[in-house]
C-alpha cells in the first residue's frame, strides 16, 4: 500500500511535504520524500489522504481500560486512600462481560483520538484474553499483586505462569502493582520472570505522600488498610530487587525523593506521567523539571476512567503545555509517541522498519512548528488511523 498526504510529521523532528509511505506486511518499508518518488512508486493499492497530515499514532504508555466501565462512578475521594476503598467496591460490581465491554469501549475511545499503541495494566485477565481483538497495539501487562501475603503470591504467581501467545499486535508484560502491595519475595520473583522472558515492566510508584509515608514510617491513612511497614522507600525496595532498567517504566512519580530522578536515569527508566489522572485528583504541581534535569525520559499516559475524565492522548498532551508552557511542542510530542513507545519496547516514528502505525490528520499547520504546535495544543480532528497497516474503526 502506498500511504499519501499533503505532508508527514516523521516524527517530533521530520517535516516532509507531498510525501508518502510505502507499506507491506504491516511494516513502513520506504518513506518517499519527493513527489517524483511518489509518482514513479509502485503499489498494489494507493490511498490518497489529500490534505491531510500523517504522522506516527499516539502512544498511550499507561492505561486501566477494564475500569472504563467506571468511568464518572469515584468522584471527590477526600484521601487517596478512600479512593481505593470506592475503587474496590466499584470493581467487586464487574463480571466477565462488564470487563470486556469496559476494553473494548477503552480502545475504541483510543483509537478515536489517534492513539495506536498502548500499555494496558491487566488485573481482571481481560486483556490477556480478547486483547488481540481490541485492534490496537497493546502491550498486556499482568498484574501482580500480593499485599504481603504469602498465599495471595502464590496465586498471583500461577496466573502468569504460563507466557502469553506470541501475536502480532500484542505483547506480553508484568506489572507489580506499586512496592506498597507488593513484598520483597513478589519483586523478586518479578524480577526473575521478566528476565527470562525479556519482558516489559509497569510499577506505580510514588504516586501519592500517603504511600511513601507508610513506605518509610508506617504511618497515615494506608496504616489501615496494609499491614507492618518495611520501613524504607519504594524506590529502594524496587532498586534492591533489581527491577530498575531500561524496560521498567515507573508510573506517576508525583512525590521523589532527594536523588532519585538522577537514580532513574541512570537506570535508564522511563518515567510516565498521567496529566488528566493528576488534574483529576487535583495533585500539587508535577515535578517535571526534576526530572528533565536529570535526564530522565518522560512519556504520557490516560490512567483509567476512574481517574481521569477522558481516554485522549490529545487532552494529555494539552494539559501538559497548559502546566508547563515553557515546554517546546517537540518535546511534549515526543512524550506522547517516541518515549512511550521506548518504554513498552517499540518505535513511533515513521521510518522505514518501523510499524505502520499510522494517523491521519485534519490539520491547517503549513510546517513543523505549526504542525506540532496544533498537535499538542489544538487537539485536531482524526480521519483515519492504521494499525499494523491495517485500517482501524473510528467513530
Known sequence: MLLCARALLLDARRWVEGGALLIEGGT????LTTRAEVRRARATRRV????????????DAHAHLE??????????PRTFADWIRALVRARAGLDRRAWQASLREGARRLLAGGTTTVGDIDSSTTAARVGARLGLRLVVYRELLDLWDER???AALAGVRRALPVRT???EGLAPHAPYTTSDELLAAA??????RALPVAIHWAETEEEERWLAHGTGPLAALLPRSPRRRGLARLDAAGLLGPRTALIHGNHPA??????LARAGVTLVHCPGSHAFFGRAPFPLERYRRAGVRVALGTDSLASNDELDMRREMALVRRAFPRLAPAEVFAMATEHGARALGGAALLSPGAPADVVAWSMRARGLGQALEELTAGQPAVERVWVAGRAARTP
Open 152 to 154: 495471595r503470591r502464590a
Open 169 to 171: 499486535r500484542v505483547r
Open 191 to 196: 524480577r526473575a520472570l521478566a528476565g527470562r
Open 28 to 31: 513502513i518499508r520506504r518513506v
Open 258 to 263: 532527594r536523588g532519585e530522578p538522577e537514580r
Open 67 to 76: 475500569l472504563t466501565a467506571l468511568a464518572g462512578r469515584l468522584r471527590d
Open 48 to 59: 490518497d489522504c489529500g490534505d491531510a497530515v500523517l504522522t506516527p499514532g499516539l502512544v
